[in-house]
């Protein structure tokens, strides 16, 4: 049975990664996507996708540079379909030439990145939740991230905006609960996107695994999977809730990889 027949979504940067997982898996759930992204020719080859497996999906303008689309898009939504019942707020990310240690990074960048991550979340919830009130409720996801809690030696502004995009979810949920708006956080660890992919070296892939208890990285279909649970019905009780997704990741002590490659036998 498809849990969200009938719901209209909109999923920003959809047209790859873990946004495309998220539109494709809320599709596959039954529910109407807009892909919310700054190319309409990637988003028609997604939608072309979504309908070639039964799904239904639409494009709209979004570019995060504009902070005019953030409501633009969500007003385009709404007009055509006449409601909005989930929102992903899936667009976010660093810059990883800039954001290094406090005193090694780039101050510009620093606030940049804080300014765009929460921003994102921010002016697109700002504009969905007024329509979800009116529509009897609804349901907003962030993508945030496990680095929101989890202290790292480099790219800083990305903590520092993720745990704000934490922060923002929380105050989300209990402003509009008596709303019957729900909104929760997912947050993922290491996901094979190319965006990821592309900054790390084979060494950094197998040191990080070694502290993933489940030994491997996620894949985006692993966080659309979360986002798609906290989108539907089966999460009606639950909102505020900021959801690791990373394999275990920081869970174990500190001496996690040392212990499972045999370093120290007489330990176990």
């Known amino acids: 049975m498809k849990r969200l027949t009938n719901r209209v979504a909109l999923v920003t940067s959809s047209t790859r990664g873990i946004g495309l997982a998220c539109a494709k898996r809320l599709a596959a759930e039954g529910a109407l996507v807009y892909l919310a992204a700054r190319s309409e020719e990637a988003a028609l080859n997604v939608i ?3 309908q070639e497996d039964g799904g239904r ?3 709209v303008y979004f570019n995060a ?3 005019e689309t953030y409501s633009a898009m969500i007003e385009a939504a709404v007009q055509n379909e006449g409601r ?3 929102l992903v707020n899936n667009y976010g990310g660093t810059d990883v030439r800039l954001d290094h240690n406090v005193t090694e990074g780039d101050t510009e960048a620093f606030f940049r990145v804080l300014e765009d991550n929460v ?11 007024p329509h979800m009130e009116k529509g009897g409720g609804g349901s907003i996801v962030n993508i945030s991230s496990v680095g929101s809690v989890v202290p790292d030696l480099s790219r800083t502004a990305y903590a520092v905006s993720k745990t704000a995009v934490n922060a923002l979810t929380q105050c989300i949920a209990v402003q509009y609960a008596h709303r019957k708006i729900r909104c929760n956080a997912v947050l993922p660890g290491l996901t094979a996107t190319r965006a990821a992919l592309d900054n790390m070296s084979d060494s950094f892939r197998s040191s990080f695994l070694k502290h993933v208890p489940l030994g ?3 894949a985006p279909e692993d966080i659309a999977a979360a986002a798609a649970f906290f989108a539907g019905d089966d999460a009606s009780y639950i909102t505020g809730t900021l959801l690791e997704v990373a394999g275990g990741f920081a869970l174990p002590t500190p001496m996690y990889g040392d212990l499972m490659e045999g ?3 007489n330990y176990l």
């Open 48 to 50: 072309r996708s979504v």
């Open 57 to 59: 999906a639409k494009f």
């Open 65 to 67: 540079r504009e902070p």
């Open 84 to 86: 909005l019942d989930i």
């Open 119 to 129: 921003r994102s979340v921010y002016l697109s919830a700002k504009a969905a939740i």
């Open 216 to 218: 491997r990285i996620a």
């Open 263 to 265: 370093r120290f036998p």
